[in-house]
């Protein structure tokens, strides 16, 4: 093969990554209008249930690992967590987004970076 060749190719795969690596990246947002893609009625009522029941275990089971919410929440803060899930169905998102980052769970503007949990920047 040619250089000429090998740098057509170069360059198709990285614009091809660049166009198709952000649409392949669908974490959740905060809007609990937009469904994400892992999204069945039935899957969400299990989730509405869980929140409703404040039931760890029930969404854990839902989520089964996916996403850094479940390296973040656990048992002793669900019930917050499930808080700030009926604030924003309410559409008081401001609440819900302080205890999002109260969690450590940022949102679009950073904040939250991990809260000392060796994630983002650190305040020392």
């Given at each position: 093969m040619n250089k000429t060749s090998i740098l057509f190719g170069l360059t198709a795969l990285i614009v091809g990554?660049?166009?198709?690596?952000?649409?392949?990246?669908?974490?959740?947002?905060?809007?609990?209008?937009?469904?994400?893609?892992?999204?069945?009625e039935e899957r969400h009522a299990a989730m509405e249930q869980a929140f409703t029941n404040k039931d760890y275990n029930a969404w854990k089971e839902q989520m089964a690992g996916r996403g850094r919410v479940t390296q973040v929440v656990n048992a002793d803060n669900f019930a917050r967590f499930a808080e700030a899930h009926e604030l924003a169905k309410q559409g008081n998102t401001e609440e819900a987004n302080k205890i999002r980052a109260e969690l450590g769970l940022g949102l679009r503007n950073g904040s939250g970076m991990g809260q000392g949990m060796g994630y983002g920047r650190t305040n020392r």
């Open positions: 990554g660049v166009i198709i690596a952000p649409q392949a990246v669908q974490a959740y947002r905060g809007d609990p209008n937009v469904t994400g893609p892992n999204y069945t």
